[in-house]
């Protein structure tokens, strides 16, 4: 027999079905704190995920049935930043927004006074020589990795002054040399975006090994960008973040104590991914006004809750994690 439970506050709602079932579902709760669903299998006192779960809601509306965060593209905007130079955006700083994109290409005529990047790894199709091209309002810069590694990027095109929307040749700067690229390799790619006053746009294109141009660049050529981060708690075993975005938790074998083993709060884009959670009086994870969290993949054991989260602002996605002799009892009214 399965076990599915919603929880919220004082509501609790237990639904059985065969144990031979394989579903991949959506929920969307119509409540400021969202989470959700625990799906698993009792059986001799263990408790064994067998569902797999894909969740995710913005401001009580359905973004995706596929359960993806708007593609693989994440557009990072500063808000209230002047000037017209790249170099002034405030890129050590958290952004004002996150916005998911399909191809790499930003609004036409939009705000003033933003500043912008976009990160991902790019994936050519095929070996051979490549040549990229921006567009930008009222700057722009294409940096491009010899390999998935950031600290390998150099700037390969650029504009200083503004073009219009997809205006390519304007300036010598905005064409880059042909570069040989190996097929199915990742490449972090890298554009920056300053808009001053009036108008705004930014595009980057590229022309294959033969011949075709596709403009501008998208998706199907790139995969979401994560930030590997150095880990290094001396004091505790838990990790706590604060106010961090566009990175990974991996590999982590975190056990004991009473309080959350990962706790995130005012976090976007992060992957938590491939880690053992173990022992805590509290919750595996804990998300506090976070938004773009996935979930996938970890290996639950001896802890309260799975996954708690409360007061977020969507893109939540818990998926093929393991929960094995769950502690309970669920000291928090939303779980996985």
Not at 79 to 91: A, E, F, K
Not at 192 to 217: C, F, R, T, Y
Not at 304 to 315: I, L, P, Q, R
């Amino acid at each position: 027999m399965v076990n599915i439970a919603y929880n919220y506050l004082s509501m609790k709602v237990l639904f059985f079905i065969p144990l031979n079932f394989k579903y991949s579902f959506l929920i969307v709760v119509s409540l400021t704190s969202l989470l959700l669903i625990s799906c698993h299998k009792e059986e001799n006192n263990e408790v064994y995920q067998e569902a797999s779960m894909k969740l995710l809601a913005v401001n009580n509306e359905v973004l995706s049935l596929s359960g993806s965060i708007a593609g693989n593209l994440v557009r990072e905007v500063w808000n209230n930043n002047t000037g017209n130079d790249v170099s002034q955006i405030p890129l050590q700083s958290a952004p004002s927004t996150t916005v998911g994109l399909t191809s790499l290409e930003g609004p036409v005529n939009g705000a003033e006074n933003y500043g912008a990047r976009i990160r991902a790894f790019l994936i050519p199709p095929t070996t051979g020589s490549y040549t990229f091209w921006i567009s930008a309002d009222d700057s722009g810069e294409i940096w491009l990795s010899t390999d998935a590694k950031p600290s390998n990027k150099v700037k390969i095109a650029y504009t200083l002054s503004w073009n219009n929307s997809r205006e390519w040749n304007k300036f010598e700067s905005q064409k880059s040399k042909t570069i040989t690229l190996q097929a199915g390799q990742k490449y972090y790619l890298e554009i920056l975006h300053k808009q001053g006053g009036g108008g705004g746009n930014l595009a980057v294109q590229w022309m294959l090994p033969d011949g075709k141009v596709e403009s501008p660049i998208t998706e199907s050529r790139l995969q979401a960008y994560t930030e590997a981060v150095d880990l290094n708690y001396s004091s505790s075993p838990a990790i706590d973040l604060y106010n961090k975005h566009n990175l990974t938790i991996n590999g982590k074998s975190i056990n004991g104590g009473s309080a959350p083993l990962i706790k995130l709060t005012n976090c976007s884009n992060i992957t938590i991914t491939g880690n053992r959670l173990s022992n805590s009086k509290d919750v595996g994870i804990y998300l506090y006004n976070c938004k773009n969290i996935t979930i996938a993949d970890n290996f639950f054991t001896r802890v309260s809750t799975g996954v708690y989260a409360d007061h977020t602002a969507g893109g939540i996605v818990v998926n093929n994690n393991q929960f094995l002799n769950m502690q309970g009892p669920f000291p928090r009214g939303q779980f996985v």
